[in-house]
T-cell receptor, first 107, second 113 residues
Framework: EDQVTQSPEALRLQEGESSSLNCSYTVSGLRGLFWYRQDPGKGPEFLFTLYSAGEEKEKERLKATLTKKESFLHITAPKPEDSATYLCAVQGGKLIFGQGTELSVKP | NAGVTQTPKFRVLKTGQSMTLLCAQDMNHEYMYWYRQDPGMGLRLIHYSVGEGTTAKGEVPDGYNVSRLKKQNFLLGLESAAPSQTSVYFC????????????FGSGTRLTVV
Protein backbone atom coordinates (compact mmCIF):
# COMPACT_ATOMS: atom_id res chain seq x y z
CA GLU A 1 0.00 0.00 0.00
CA ASP A 2 1.26 3.47 -0.90
CA GLN A 3 2.19 5.55 2.13
CA VAL A 4 3.61 8.97 2.97
CA THR A 5 5.01 9.93 6.37
CA GLN A 6 6.27 13.38 7.27
CA SER A 7 8.52 14.18 10.21
CA PRO A 8 8.71 15.89 12.52
CA GLU A 9 5.07 16.82 13.11
CA ALA A 10 6.16 20.20 14.43
CA LEU A 11 9.45 22.09 14.30
CA ARG A 12 10.37 25.26 16.11
CA LEU A 13 13.40 27.21 14.90
CA GLN A 14 15.06 30.47 15.71
CA GLU A 15 15.43 32.90 12.86
CA GLY A 16 18.56 31.96 10.92
CA GLU A 17 18.68 28.39 12.28
CA SER A 18 18.77 26.07 9.26
CA SER A 19 17.05 22.68 9.34
CA SER A 20 15.35 20.01 7.24
CA LEU A 21 11.90 18.48 7.00
CA ASN A 22 11.54 14.85 5.98
CA CYS A 23 9.02 13.07 3.74
CA SER A 24 9.36 9.27 3.65
CA TYR A 25 7.34 7.39 1.10
CA THR A 26 6.46 3.94 -0.12
CA VAL A 27 4.90 3.91 -3.56
CA SER A 28 4.82 1.51 -6.46
CA GLY A 29 6.00 3.50 -9.44
CA LEU A 30 6.73 7.07 -8.35
CA ARG A 31 5.41 9.52 -10.92
CA GLY A 32 6.17 12.64 -8.91
CA LEU A 33 6.71 14.06 -5.44
CA PHE A 34 5.24 17.44 -4.59
CA TRP A 35 5.88 19.96 -1.83
CA TYR A 36 3.26 22.49 -0.76
CA ARG A 37 3.15 25.27 1.79
CA GLN A 38 -0.06 25.91 3.75
CA ASP A 39 -0.67 29.02 5.83
CA PRO A 40 -3.38 29.01 8.55
CA GLY A 41 -6.84 29.42 7.07
CA LYS A 42 -5.55 29.12 3.51
CA GLY A 43 -5.29 26.42 0.88
CA PRO A 44 -1.99 24.68 0.09
CA GLU A 45 0.35 26.57 -2.23
CA PHE A 46 2.43 24.58 -4.70
CA LEU A 47 6.22 24.80 -4.23
CA PHE A 48 8.06 22.02 -6.11
CA THR A 49 7.74 18.84 -8.14
CA LEU A 50 10.51 16.22 -8.08
CA TYR A 51 10.51 13.19 -10.37
CA SER A 52 13.60 11.08 -9.89
CA ALA A 53 16.24 10.27 -7.28
CA GLY A 54 19.01 12.85 -7.24
CA GLU A 55 16.83 15.67 -8.45
CA GLU A 56 16.92 19.00 -6.58
CA LYS A 57 14.79 22.17 -6.79
CA GLU A 58 15.35 25.52 -5.10
CA LYS A 59 13.23 28.55 -4.33
CA GLU A 60 14.59 31.34 -2.16
CA ARG A 61 15.52 29.74 1.20
CA LEU A 62 13.97 26.37 0.33
CA LYS A 63 15.66 23.44 -1.35
CA ALA A 64 13.96 20.12 -2.03
CA THR A 65 15.86 16.90 -2.68
CA LEU A 66 14.73 13.39 -3.57
CA THR A 67 16.05 9.88 -2.98
CA LYS A 68 14.40 6.55 -3.73
CA LYS A 69 12.80 6.44 -0.28
CA GLU A 70 12.48 10.01 0.94
CA SER A 71 12.53 13.69 0.19
CA PHE A 72 13.97 16.51 2.26
CA LEU A 73 12.93 20.13 2.34
CA HIS A 74 15.94 22.08 3.51
CA ILE A 75 15.34 25.54 4.94
CA THR A 76 18.41 27.76 5.00
CA ALA A 77 18.51 30.72 7.39
CA PRO A 78 14.74 30.78 7.87
CA LYS A 79 12.77 33.93 8.57
CA PRO A 80 9.52 34.29 10.57
CA GLU A 81 7.58 34.54 7.30
CA ASP A 82 8.61 30.95 6.51
CA SER A 83 6.33 29.81 9.35
CA ALA A 84 3.67 27.53 7.85
CA THR A 85 2.70 23.90 7.48
CA TYR A 86 4.64 22.13 4.75
CA LEU A 87 2.89 19.26 2.98
CA CYS A 88 4.44 16.50 0.93
CA ALA A 89 2.45 14.50 -1.63
CA VAL A 90 3.45 11.53 -3.75
CA GLN A 91 1.93 10.47 -7.04
CA GLY A 92 1.89 6.76 -7.73
CA GLY A 93 -1.37 5.20 -8.83
CA LYS A 94 -3.02 8.04 -6.96
CA LEU A 95 -1.91 11.21 -5.21
CA ILE A 96 -1.39 10.78 -1.46
CA PHE A 97 -0.74 13.70 0.90
CA GLY A 98 1.27 13.48 4.08
CA GLN A 99 -0.05 15.04 7.28
CA GLY A 100 2.43 17.88 7.16
CA THR A 101 5.13 19.47 9.30
CA GLU A 102 4.17 22.63 11.16
CA LEU A 103 7.14 24.98 11.08
CA SER A 104 7.42 27.91 13.45
CA VAL A 105 10.28 30.39 13.09
CA LYS A 106 10.78 32.80 15.96
CA PRO A 107 12.59 36.13 15.58
CA ASN B 1 -6.41 36.69 -11.99
CA ALA B 2 -8.38 35.11 -9.13
CA GLY B 3 -7.16 31.49 -9.48
CA VAL B 4 -9.54 29.16 -7.63
CA THR B 5 -12.48 30.73 -5.79
CA GLN B 6 -14.61 28.84 -3.27
CA THR B 7 -17.93 29.92 -1.83
CA PRO B 8 -19.02 30.08 0.90
CA LYS B 9 -16.03 30.43 3.24
CA PHE B 10 -17.93 29.30 6.33
CA ARG B 11 -21.20 27.47 6.87
CA VAL B 12 -23.05 25.84 9.74
CA LEU B 13 -25.61 23.17 8.86
CA LYS B 14 -28.02 21.15 10.90
CA THR B 15 -27.95 17.39 10.55
CA GLY B 16 -30.02 16.36 7.55
CA GLN B 17 -29.81 19.69 5.74
CA SER B 18 -28.40 19.96 2.24
CA MET B 19 -26.03 22.43 0.65
CA THR B 20 -23.81 23.00 -2.36
CA LEU B 21 -20.23 24.20 -2.26
CA LEU B 22 -19.16 26.19 -5.29
CA CYS B 23 -15.73 26.19 -6.92
CA ALA B 24 -14.70 28.36 -9.86
CA GLN B 25 -11.34 28.57 -11.62
CA ASP B 26 -10.22 31.05 -14.25
CA MET B 27 -7.03 29.31 -15.42
CA ASN B 28 -8.62 27.08 -18.08
CA HIS B 29 -7.52 23.98 -16.15
CA GLU B 30 -8.89 20.65 -17.34
CA TYR B 31 -8.73 18.84 -14.01
CA MET B 32 -10.61 19.80 -10.86
CA TYR B 33 -10.74 18.16 -7.43
CA TRP B 34 -12.56 18.29 -4.12
CA TYR B 35 -10.65 17.45 -0.94
CA ARG B 36 -11.48 17.45 2.72
CA GLN B 37 -8.90 18.20 5.39
CA ASP B 38 -9.31 16.89 8.92
CA PRO B 39 -6.87 17.04 11.85
CA GLY B 40 -4.58 14.02 11.83
CA MET B 41 -6.00 12.76 8.52
CA GLY B 42 -4.36 14.97 5.96
CA LEU B 43 -6.00 15.87 2.67
CA ARG B 44 -8.34 13.21 1.31
CA LEU B 45 -9.81 13.20 -2.18
CA ILE B 46 -13.62 13.19 -2.36
CA HIS B 47 -14.36 13.46 -6.07
CA TYR B 48 -12.53 14.71 -9.12
CA SER B 49 -13.15 15.65 -12.75
CA VAL B 50 -10.89 15.32 -15.77
CA GLY B 51 -13.03 17.50 -17.98
CA GLU B 52 -16.38 19.16 -18.53
CA GLY B 53 -19.23 16.71 -18.04
CA THR B 54 -17.09 14.02 -16.39
CA THR B 55 -16.68 13.14 -12.71
CA ALA B 56 -15.16 10.28 -10.75
CA LYS B 57 -15.01 9.05 -7.16
CA GLY B 58 -12.02 9.61 -4.98
CA GLU B 59 -10.99 8.11 -1.67
CA VAL B 60 -13.97 9.25 0.46
CA PRO B 61 -16.98 9.85 -1.85
CA ASP B 62 -19.84 8.59 0.33
CA GLY B 63 -22.40 11.24 1.21
CA TYR B 64 -21.25 13.63 -1.52
CA ASN B 65 -22.19 14.30 -5.12
CA VAL B 66 -20.52 16.50 -7.71
CA SER B 67 -21.22 18.09 -11.05
CA ARG B 68 -19.06 19.75 -13.70
CA LEU B 69 -21.47 21.29 -16.18
CA LYS B 70 -18.99 23.98 -17.21
CA LYS B 71 -15.22 23.65 -17.49
CA GLN B 72 -14.59 26.44 -15.01
CA ASN B 73 -17.00 25.27 -12.30
CA PHE B 74 -17.03 22.22 -10.02
CA LEU B 75 -19.85 21.83 -7.50
CA LEU B 76 -19.85 19.64 -4.40
CA GLY B 77 -23.21 18.70 -2.91
CA LEU B 78 -24.18 17.30 0.44
CA GLU B 79 -27.70 15.89 0.22
CA SER B 80 -28.19 15.09 3.91
CA ALA B 81 -25.43 16.49 6.08
CA ALA B 82 -24.01 14.44 8.96
CA PRO B 83 -21.73 15.54 11.82
CA SER B 84 -18.99 13.34 10.30
CA GLN B 85 -18.92 15.77 7.37
CA THR B 86 -17.69 18.58 9.59
CA SER B 87 -14.42 19.51 7.93
CA VAL B 88 -12.55 22.04 5.84
CA TYR B 89 -13.21 21.50 2.15
CA PHE B 90 -10.72 22.50 -0.53
CA CYS B 91 -11.22 22.71 -4.24
CA UNK B 92 -8.19 22.44 -6.51
CA UNK B 93 -7.47 22.50 -10.22
CA UNK B 94 -4.57 21.58 -12.47
CA UNK B 95 -3.40 21.37 -16.04
CA UNK B 96 -3.10 18.00 -17.70
CA UNK B 97 0.41 16.67 -17.31
CA UNK B 98 2.63 15.46 -14.54
CA UNK B 99 4.76 18.55 -14.01
CA UNK B 100 1.99 20.76 -12.76
CA UNK B 101 1.06 21.04 -9.13
CA UNK B 102 -2.44 21.81 -8.02
CA UNK B 103 -3.83 25.30 -7.44
CA PHE B 104 -6.01 25.25 -4.33
CA GLY B 105 -8.80 27.53 -3.23
CA SER B 106 -8.86 29.06 0.22
CA GLY B 107 -11.30 26.52 1.61
CA THR B 108 -14.80 26.23 3.07
CA ARG B 109 -15.08 25.53 6.79
CA LEU B 110 -18.25 23.47 7.30
CA THR B 111 -19.72 22.57 10.66
CA VAL B 112 -22.63 20.13 10.92
CA VAL B 113 -24.46 20.23 14.24
Amino acid sequence: EDQVTQSPEALRLQEGESSSLNCSYTVSGLRGLFWYRQDPGKGPEFLFTLYSAGEEKEKERLKATLTKKESFLHITAPKPEDSATYLCAVQGGKLIFGQGTELSVKP
Amino acid sequence: NAGVTQTPKFRVLKTGQSMTLLCAQDMNHEYMYWYRQDPGMGLRLIHYSVGEGTTAKGEVPDGYNVSRLKKQNFLLGLESAAPSQTSVYFCASSYVGRSYGYTFGSGTRLTVV
